[in-house]
C-alpha cells in the first residue's frame, strides 16, 4: 500500500457495484477514475466507486494527490465495467 486509501480498501473481491468507502455498502453511482503516475502507464486508470455521500471525500483525496482523473457517473458513459482489481 503505497498511500493511505480514505477509510479503507476498496472492496477488491466482491465485483459488486457498492460504494468504496470502507463500511459504505450504498450502490457506486458515481465512478472515480484515477492514476497513480508512479505506479500506471498514462492511460490507465482505475476506478473507485462513490454513493452520492462519499463522492466528495473520495474524491478530493485523490484530487489532494493528483491521482484524480475523471468523475463519471456509473452507467451513463463509456467508462466501463469497474476496475477495483490490481
Ligand atoms: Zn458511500
Known amino acids: 500500500m503505497l498511500f493511505p486509501p480514505p477509510s479503507g480498501p476498496p472492496p477488491d473481491d466482491t465485483g459488486q457495484l457498492v460504494c468504496s468507502a470502507r463500511g459504505c455498502r450504498a450502490d457506486g453511482v458515481w465512478a472515480l477514475r484515477w492514476n497513480n ?5 498514462p492511460d490507465r486508470r482505475k476506478t473507485w466507486l462513490a454513493c452520492e455521500d462519499h463522492r466528495t471525500s473520495l474524491s478530493e483525496f485523490l484530487s489532494l494527490r493528483g491521482f484524480l482523473r475523471e468523475v463519471v457517473e456509473v452507467g451513463a458513459g463509456p467508462a466501463g465495467p469497474p476496475d477495483n482489481g490490481s
Not at 37 to 41: A, E, G, S
Open 37 to 41: 503516475p508512479k505506479l500506471h502507464t
